[in-house]
């Protein structure tokens, strides 16, 4: 299983990004899917997360701004990031719990990160 993250870049203040975030492989059931993030000197941090269900949780300091979603026919997860600011500025890494056979338990695949900088 792969977990291949995109969207990252450079953006000024108060812009607007998109990352994705997509699973390949031998896949039967993918549980939460979640972003986190890690800026230079400091801990790896829950941004958002969404269950299978639906059910969605954000970090307080981007709750409002941010919007995850997920689509499971693509096994996908999506962060629609609005207006930025330079302290969102880090990598971004895409989390799921992903379950390789039937009755397997799920496990954790974390993907490759992304740059996030906004700066103007």
């Known amino acids: 299983v792969q977990l291949q993250a995109s969207g990252g870049g450079l953006v000024q203040p108060g812009g607007s990004l998109r990352l994705s975030c997509a699973a390949s492989?031998?896949?039967?059931?993918?549980?939460?899917m979640g972003w986190y993030r890690q800026a230079p000197g400091k801990q790896r941090d829950m941004v958002a997360v969404v269950t299978s269900g639906g059910a969605t949780n954000y970090l307080h300091f981007v709750r409002g701004r941010f919007s995850i979603s997920r689509d499971n026919a693509k096994n996908t997860v999506y962060l629609q990031m609005n207006s930025l600011k330079p302290e969102d500025t880090a990598v971004y890494y895409c989390?799921?719990?992903?379950?390789?056979?039937?009755?397997?338990?799920?496990?954790?695949?974390w993907g490759n990160g992304t740059q996030v900088t906004v700066s103007s």
């Open positions: 492989g031998r896949i039967v059931g993918i549980g939460t």
């Open positions: 989390n799921m719990q992903i379950a390789r056979r039937r009755f397997a338990r799920y496990e954790d695949y």
